[in-house]
């Protein structure tokens, strides 16, 4: 048998502890750990898997002054301790929180037009006071959503300029500053990336699309030719087919309701296969209302996505892959926590 721990954050001052039972399909909430206002993305430490990072903001519509990065530990029960540590992300509503392999944390602030990257102690769970922030815009116009790795470089989407930026840190200072960008289709709202080799995959909020683009290796360089681009709105009834018996790299996209009416199926996850060329394989159901937070089990295998809504009453699901990836299933629900907005997982056993 094999237990996972499963925190989620969300728009309230809590993250709810759950285990998720991979022999019996079950998903049972442990707990609310009290936190500062709207916890809404979490992440663990890259190496020690008991230390938990998020940002946290005063106001759900990132009208707040004073977001800030806290630090837990998770307990052997799977709670949380109380908040060991704390630092300004310097701006307004930060939206994401993620550690890199530097033992720095960053902290992008979706209302602020800005962002911070923070060190860290010899003791990981303490932050280090004092990082300025790195400005990308006007707060009217900029809105950095996430930060991702990419070798000696930093990515940040901005959804309300249509770029990624690209930092990198000053040899001198020490600081990271802004060495170029990567430019996105007008009004297209780049919200979240991930990276493969030289390929980047972005999604995009504000045209609902998924592109890819490979990255230029001048960081000057802005121009980056899309060389796929899929809408990942369900526009025809989804596929009854099972998906492709074959296992290989796979991308699940949220599509978070675009309309006013309400599909009675929920929002749908789409699943793209990444080779041999990027292409849509199917739309599933998740009967989740604007699916804000996604987050594969990891390990060797990623069996399991956890999802829920930032809206509606239908609470947190677990998906199993099938079909090598192509598929996936609903193996379990649990509706106590009616919304959710990000996940981590704990192996536990």
């Known amino acids: 048998m094999v237990n996972f721990t499963i925190l989620a954050g969300g728009f309230s001052s809590f993250i709810a502890s759950y285990v998720f039972d991979s022999d019996a399909n079950t998903l049972t909430l442990l707990g609310q750990n009290p936190t500062g206002q709207n916890p809404s993305w979490i992440a663990l430490h890259p190496t020690n898997k008991s230390i938990l990072y998020f940002a946290s903001s005063r106001s759900a519509t990132n009208e707040n002054t004073d977001g800030a990065l806290q630090s837990f530990v998770v307990k052997s029960d799977g709670l949380l301790t109380e908040a060991l540590s704390q630092v300004s992300t310097a701006g307004n509503g930060p939206a994401f929180a993620i550690p890199l392999s530097t033992g720095e944390v960053a902290g992008m602030n979706f209302g602020g037009g800005n962002g911070v990257i923070v060190s860290t102690q010899e003791d990981p ?17 900029s809105h950095p959503h996430m930060a991702l790795e990419v070798g000696s470089e930093v990515f940040v989407p901005d959804l309300g300029l249509d770029r990624i930026w690209r930092l990198s840190k000053d040899a001198a200072s020490g600081l990271y500053q802004i060495v170029g960008q990567i430019d996105q ?37 802005s121009a980056a030719t899309v060389t796929a681009n899929f809408s990942v709105v369900l526009l025809a009834e989804a596929s009854n087919t099972t998906g492709s018996p074959f296992t290989q790299p796979f991308l699940y996209v949220s599509n978070r309701n675009t309309g006013t009416t309400l599909d009675p199926r929920g929002d749908a996850i789409a699943i793209y296969a990444v080779e041999p060329a990027l292409q849509l394989v199917k739309h599933v159901f998740t009967g989740l209302d604007q699916i804000r937070g996604m987050q594969l089990s990891g390990g060797s295998e990623n069996a399991f996505l956890v999802a829920a809504g930032v809206a509606g009453t239908a609470g947190t699901v677990v998906l199993k892959r099938t079909h090598g990836g192509a598929d996936l299933e609903i193996v379990a629900k649990n509706a106590e926590v009616p919304t959710r907005s990000s996940f981590v997982w704990v192996e536990d056993v």
Do not use: C, M, N
């Open 185 to 221: 289709a007008p009004k297209s709202g780049p919200r979240h990336i991930v990276v493969r080799g030289d390929q980047l995959y972005t999604v995009h909020e504000d045209d609902s699309t998924l592109t890819q683009q490979t990255i230029p290796s001048d960081p000057s360089d």
């Open 125 to 141: 769970t303490q932050f280090v006071t004092g990082s300025p922030a790195i400005t990308f815009g006007d707060a009217t116009t």
